[in-house]
């Protein structure tokens, strides 16, 4: 059975830190391109963040110098690390795995919250 589950969200000061993580089970990991998406209250689904299963990443420009997405194929698990947080990155947080066009998981979401 596929699997992806996100934790690390929460509630956070603008300025602060998190860490995302999403642990995956049930397909070959090591061999899906990885993504974290999120969608803000109102607004469409949106990427944050992709990682080749070579390794290339890819950050979207709000998020570059911010945020750093990294996989571990071993640990089944991808993170994402979102430093110097602003109130626009209130979301829901997403990770996705695809093999297109046959193979497309998604976990079921995570809040993230920045606020005073």
């Known amino acids: 059975q596929v699997q992806l589950v996100e934790s690390g969200g929460g509630l956070v000061q603008p300025g602060g830190s998190l860490r995302l993580s999403c642990a995956a089970s049930?397909?070959?990991?090591?061999?899906?391109?990885l993504r974290w998406l999120r969608q803000a209250p109102g607004k469409e689904r949106e990427l944050v963040a992709s990682i080749a299963s070579t390794g290339v990443a890819y950050t979207s420009d709000f998020a570059k110098g911010r945020f750093t997405i990294s996989r571990d194929n071993d640990k089944y698990t991808l993170y994402l690390q979102m430093n110097n947080l602003k109130p626009e990155d209130t979301a829901v947080y997403y990770c996705?795995?695809?093999?297109?066009?046959?193979?497309?998981?998604w976990g079921q979401g995570i809040q993230v919250t920045v606020s005073s």
């Open positions: 049930g397909f070959n990991f090591g061999r899906f391109y």
């Open positions: 996705n795995a695809r093999m297109m066009p046959q193979f497309d998981y």
